[in-house]
Each structure stands twice: as structure tokens, then as C-alpha cells.
């Protein structure tokens, strides 16, 4: 484990690669596990990130308590920072806290977002009080341009409001990163919140062709669990999600999940266009 220079926080990071479609059927329940899901980030004073393939994300973690964090390279992305080449967006999850970008101090409340683009050298993870400190987690793509640093804040999110309560899955959508809000390179990001008494996300499933996307769980109660469906329509697998884990999905898989109680998740998209719509919707009738 290597140690953050600027902040002396250690760094921890680890590579993901993503099974082929016909592969990952002869997947053991723990190696489907180890394959789809993230289960081992937002660990104190401590700088965790996950290299995944598919299209070159990376998915990572900062939980500042004693002490800042700051987000900082490896030579496995041969860049003299992190953001030389790169995009992300954060959202926190904890107590209030900050982000100190090239000197600009940007204040996150709990589910606030930020959108960094690429150019950005100096990124600290800053928590107001250790006693209840803020948790950022952040996912970032391959970026071709340099854009500005944006606040994406729920208030100024654009909602949809979906599902019912006759079907389990009554939910708000809020889009934080995207086109129509702010630019970026392939980024987009925001996060759902399901209602008392709703448990389903994503349903009626769908793909991705052009493009991957990647789920983090939060805001589900210790005695709770999501059953997080992934796979080819036909074959389908699912890993047991809980509180802050990650469940990452290939192009060619669905994605979808039904929890014990209602909960929340960020979703991030990258890859070959920025349309919130472009999906491969799946017939129920395909479902196995």
C-alpha cells in the first residue's frame, strides 16, 4: 500500500476486470461476487480506488477523519496527477465537509455532487468534524477536454419521478451530471432515492451497448440487505449488496436490484455518448 504524500494518507488500489458474456455463468457465488461487486472502499483517513476495464473507470473512495486526503496518481495511469487526463464526479455521502480543487474551497453537504474536469492538479477531501465525517466517493473517465468545475447539488438536479407503489418501485431519479446541466467528456451521474415502501430499481431491466454503468448502495438500514441482479437477460446471476458497496455492470449485462427496505444508489455512465435514454430496453418475457 503506498502513502499519500501530500496528506500521508495511505492509498489503496486494485484492479477489476470484467467477465465475458458467456464466462461468467461458470462463476462461483464468491467469484461472482468478487467480479460485480466492490465491497471493501470508505475506510478512514485513507485514499481506495478501483481500476476497472471497461471503458478505463475508475471508482474510488475518501473518508477524511484525523486528517485530509488527498487525491493523487499512480503510475498504473501513468499521469503526473490524477486529473491530467482524466474527469470525475464526487458525491458525499457523510457528515459536511469540502473540497479543496487548485486552492477553491467547494462545500458538500450530504448527497452533494461536483463535477472536476481535467486539468485539476490539486484535489484534497476535507471533513468539517472527525466526530461526524464527511464520505466522498467518486467515479472517473477517460477525458479528451478540459471542462470547468461545476457544484451539482441535489436542489439544482433535474428530478424524474418514476414508478408507482402498486409495483413496488416508486422513485426519484435526480440527474446532477449531465449534458443539460453542465458539460463534461463522457461523464454522467447522479443518484435515485426510492420511497417508503419501494424496493425496486431499475425494473423493467435494460443494457447498455454503448456504454457501462456503475451503482453504489447507500442509505440502507445495518439489518438490510439489495439483491442486485446482473447477467445476460437469459442467465442471470445476483450478488448481495449492503450498505456502500459498489455493484459494476459490463455493457452487456442488466442491471437491476430489490432491497429488504427502500435505499438509495448513485449511478455513473461512461462510455461512447452522454443520453440518459440510450438503453437496451429488455422484454420481462426475456428474464431467466
Not at 465491497?39 to 484525523?66: K, W
Not at 442486485?228 to 455493484?247: D, L, M, S
Request: aromatic residues 10%; neutral net charge; hydrophobic residues 35%.
Amino acid at each position: 500500500m503506498a502513502v499519500n504524500k501530500k496528506t500521508s494518507a495511505p492509498i489503496r488500489f486494485r484492479n477489476l476486470h470484467a467477465p465475458d458474456p458467456t464466462g461468467y455463468m461458470r462463476l462461483t457465488t464468491e467469484e461472482t461476487r468478487k467480479t460485480f461487486l466492490i465491497d471493501d472502499l470508505f475506510q478512514p483517513d485513507e485514499l481506495a480506488m478501483v481500476y476497472y476495464d471497461v471503458d478505463r473507470a475508475i471508482v474510488g473512495t475518501a473518508v477524511p477523519v484525523d486528517a485530509p486526503v488527498a487525491l493523487e496518481s499512480r503510475k498504473e495511469l501513468a499521469s503526473k496527477y490524477f486529473t491530467e487526463r482524466r474527469e470525475l464526479g464526487v458525491i458525499n455521502v457523510g457528515g459536511p465537509g469540502l473540497i479543496d480543487v487548485n486552492g477553491q474551497n467547494q462545500k458538500m453537504g450530504t448527497k452533494d455532487m461536483l463535477y472536476i474536469g481535467r486539468g485539476n492538479e490539486q484535489v484534497v477531501f476535507h471533513s468539517d468534524s472527525p466526530k461526524n465525517p464527511a464520505a466522498f466517493y467518486f467515479v472517473s473517465y477517460p477525458a479528451h477536454t478540459a471542462y470547468p468545475v461545476r457544484p451539482a447539488s441535489k436542489a439544482k438536479a433535474e428530478p424524474a419521478r418514476l414508478g408507482s407503489k402498486e409495483t413496488a418501485n416508486e422513485r426519484t431519479i435526480y440527474k446532477c451530471i449531465q449534458p443539460s446541466i453542465m458539460p463534461t467528456c463522457q461523464l454522467v451521474m447522479g443518484f435515485t432515492e426510492l420511497a417508503t415502501g419501494s424496493v425496486w430499481n431499475t425494473m423493467p431491466v435494460h443494457t447498455h451497448d454503448r456504454r457501462s454503468e456503475i451503482y453504489m448502495y447507500f442509505d440502507i438500514p445495518a439489518e438490510a440487505v439489495v439483491f442486485h441482479c446482473v447477467g445476460r437477460p437469459e442467465e442471470t446471476r445476483h450478488v448481495v449488496v449492503r450498505n456502500r458497496q459498489i455493484a459494476v455492470s459490463p455493457s452487456w449485462s442488466i442491471h437491476c436490484g430489490v432491497g429488504t427496505s427502500n435505499y438509495t444508489f448513485v449511478w455513473a455512465m461512461g462510455g461512447e455518448n452522454q443520453e440518459f435514454s440510450d438503453m437496451d430496453a429488455v422484454p420481462m418475457s426475456r428474464l431467466a
